[in-house]
């Protein structure tokens, strides 16, 4: 059971393929994987077993008469506990949703299992998403695996966590300022903020290029074969777009080495970068540089990007937590009413002034990247750093800005409406990951994936994950 575990989800799936293995038996193994690593770790509060052995059952009963290349065949995987899955517990790590059984699959969901994804639980987060360490009233903390008296981050912690200790092969994240790329970095496992529209979504709030789906894995094949079942045009939103016919798999299986590659340690805007991530990061670009690669350091003008992005969030913020915010907010922790309470004190003239700055950084970008393959820079400024902690309030002497502040590597690149990977590029001294954010221009997804694979084979950590947690 336990080598099962350690296998990639493309190694899974070839067996599934075969009926070398089964979905029960895979089922069984993340079971039994779950049961000795959750205690310590708290990455999967709710599962949905049974549901996922009847799912499995009628796979077995009734195989697809012709697939897709990327079909799963009944692989285990998690679903981040704000997506709803049908039948299932959804709190959104809210005590107000504590209750709450989701009447319907979300579209990402019903995308999933259609292509032979067997969800087998719900992975934790920060309540409604919110901030870069995964804890809440319903759940509880939950730990990293490679030292759990640290952080997975978040707010995709619990997915990137489970994923680190072999409980699923795959798992859904959402990012808005970084929930997939900081956990991603936190736990050395791969995770891929995609353009918006690529993922489908259809959810109450303002139509918005920040917050998007994408796949979380453990390495960049993998991740790009979970994209493959996520993306496409769906009728329900009109912002989605059609894969392309080769498919990211494919792209991802062909490492193609990039010809001149940006690099920046701080994106012109972080204030501080913890000296680990920075020599990490930096001897990631030297590598590449030996082989042969143009590196040189540069990054597109992101001065305005903090700014606006707090303005956009603020105003998403209204739509998601405000109606909840009078009846509810002795329920709500200090973070989610002080981001509603910002939200609600904007101008109109503000987040149109905010909406315009946003079109016009995407534009330089794109200029940008007529002269570069890929821009790379830390994920995150600092390492994994102890749970007790609910942010970082300052790094090596410097004062960060607010509960989000070190988080400004990941949330800055989201208003570039660019695809970004997180992928391991090094540790600490202490053992702790540190990954590296690779950039491409927008809806370059499989070039994205190529390089990706080219920089995973160059930096040699692909799937290195401990699988059995960490206690210091």
Same mark, same amino acid.
């Given at each position: 059971?336990?080598?099962?575990?350690?296998?990639?989800?493309?190694?899974?799936?070839?067996?599934?393929?075969?009926?070398?293995?089964?979905?029960?038996?895979?089922?069984?193994?993340?079971?039994?994987?779950?049961?000795?690593?959750?205690?310590?770790?708290?990455?999967?509060?709710?599962?949905?077993?049974?549901?996922?052995?009847?799912?499995?059952?009628?796979?077995?009963?009734?195989?697809?008469?012709?697939?897709?290349?990327?079909?799963?065949?009944?692989?285990?995987?998690?679903?981040?506990?704000?997506?709803?899955?049908?039948?299932?517990?959804?709190?959104?790590?809210?005590?107000?949703?504590?209750?709450?059984?989701?009447?319907? +699959?979300?579209?990402?969901?019903?995308?999933?299992?259609?292509?032979?994804?067997?969800?087998?639980?719900?992975?934790?987060?920060?309540?409604?998403?919110?901030?870069?360490?995964?804890?809440?009233?319903?759940?509880?903390?939950?730990?990293?695996?490679?030292?759990?008296?640290?952080?997975?981050?978040?707010?995709?912690?619990?997915?990137?966590?489970?994923?680190?200790?072999?409980?699923?092969?795959?798992?859904?994240?959402?990012?808005?300022?970084?929930?997939?790329?900081?956990?991603?970095?936190?736990?050395?496992?791969?995770?891929?903020?995609?353009?918006?529209?690529?993922?489908?979504?259809?959810?109450?709030?303002?139509?918005?290029?920040?917050?998007?789906?994408?796949?979380?894995?453990?390495?960049?094949?993998?991740?790009?074969?979970?994209?493959?079942?996520?993306?496409?045009?769906?009728?329900?939103?009109?912002?989605?777009?059609?894969?392309?016919?080769?498919?990211?798999? +494919?792209?991802?299986?062909?490492?193609?080495?990039?010809?001149? $590659?940006?690099?920046?340690?701080?994106?012109?805007?972080?204030?501080?970068?913890?000296?680990?991530? +920075?020599? $990490?990061?930096?001897?990631?670009?030297?590598?590449?540089?030996?082989?042969?690669?143009?590196?040189?350091?540069?990054?597109?003008?992101?001065?305005?990007?903090?700014?606006?992005?707090?303005?956009?969030?603020?105003?998403?913020?209204?739509?998601?937590?405000?109606?909840?915010?009078?009846?509810?907010?002795?329920?709500?922790?200090?973070?989610?009413?002080?981001?509603?309470?910002?939200?609600?004190?904007?101008?109109?003239?503000?987040?149109?002034?905010?909406?315009?700055?946003?079109?016009?950084?995407?534009?330089?970008?794109?200029?940008?990247?007529?002269?570069?393959?890929?821009?790379?820079?830390?994920?995150?400024?600092?390492?994994?750093?102890?749970?007790?902690?609910?942010?970082?309030?300052?790094?090596?002497?410097?004062?960060?800005?607010?509960?989000?502040?070190?988080?400004?590597?990941?949330?800055?690149?989201?208003?570039?409406?660019?695809?970004?990977?997180?992928?391991?590029?090094?540790?600490?001294?202490?053992?702790?990951?540190?990954?590296?954010?690779?950039?491409?221009?927008?809806?370059?997804?499989?070039?994205?994936?190529?390089?990706?694979?080219?920089?995973?084979?160059?930096?040699?950590?692909?799937?290195?994950?401990?699988?059995?947690?960490?206690?210091?």
């Amino acid at each position: 059971m336990n080598e099962l575990c350690r296998l990639s989800a493309t190694a899974a799936v070839a067996l599934l393929k075969r009926r070398e293995v089964s979905p029960l038996e895979l089922i069984d193994a993340a079971v039994e994987r779950i049961r000795i690593t959750d205690p310590q770790l708290n990455a999967l509060p709710t599962l949905c077993v049974e549901r996922a052995r009847e799912h499995a059952k009628r796979l077995m009963q009734k195989p697809p008469s012709d697939p897709p290349a990327y079909y799963l065949y009944g692989l285990p995987i998690a679903v981040k506990d704000n997506t709803d899955v049908e039948g299932v517990r959804c709190t959104s790590g809210s005590r107000i949703y504590a209750d709450r059984i989701a009447p319907a +699959s979300d579209i990402v969901v019903q995308r999933l299992e259609q292509n032979g994804a067997l969800v087998i639980g719900k992975s934790n987060l920060p309540e409604f998403a919110a901030g870069g360490n995964t804890f809440n009233d319903v759940f509880g903390v939950t730990r990293n695996p490679w030292d759990t008296r640290m952080t997975p981050s978040g707010s995709s912690g619990g997915a990137a966590a489970a994923l680190a200790a072999g409980q699923v092969w795959l798992a859904t994240g959402g990012d808005f300022g970084g929930s997939i790329r900081s956990p991603s970095s936190f736990c050395s496992t791969v995770g891929m903020r995609p353009s918006p529209g690529m993922v489908p979504r259809a959810q109450k709030q303002p139509f918005s290029a920040l917050s998007v789906e994408g796949p979380m894995a453990r390495n960049v094949a993998d991740c790009a074969l979970m994209f493959d079942c996520e993306a496409g045009a769906h009728p329900l939103d009109p912002m989605s777009h059609p894969a392309p016919a080769a498919g990211y798999a +494919s792209a991802a299986a062909h490492p193609h080495k990039p010809r001149r $590659v940006a690099f920046s340690i701080d994106l012109g805007i972080a204030p501080v970068i913890h000296r680990e991530v +920075s020599a $990490v990061c930096t001897a990631a670009a030297e590598k590449l540089a030996r082989d042969g690669v143009t590196v040189e350091e540069a990054h597109p003008d992101l001065a305005d990007a903090e700014k606006n992005f707090m303005i956009l969030r603020g105003a998403i913020y209204i739509a998601r937590i405000a109606p909840l915010l009078e009846k509810h907010r002795h329920l709500l922790k200090p973070e989610v009413i002080e981001n509603t309470e910002f939200g609600l004190g904007l101008k109109l003239t503000d987040v149109v002034a905010a909406e315009i700055a946003h079109g016009e950084l995407i534009r330089r970008v794109a200029r940008f990247f007529e002269n570069y393959d890929l821009l790379i820079c830390p994920a995150v400024m600092c390492p994994p750093f102890p749970v007790e902690m609910r942010y970082v309030e300052q790094l090596d002497g410097v004062k960060l800005e607010g509960y989000m502040g070190w988080l400004v590597m990941t949330y800055a690149l989201s208003m570039t409406a660019c695809p970004v990977l997180s992928i391991p590029c090094g540790f600490t001294a202490a053992g702790l990951p540190i990954g590296l954010q690779v950039v491409a221009p927008t809806r370059a997804e499989a070039r994205l994936f190529a390089h990706g694979a080219y920089l995973e084979q160059l930096f040699g950590l692909a799937g290195r994950v401990p699988i059995d947690p960490i206690s210091q």
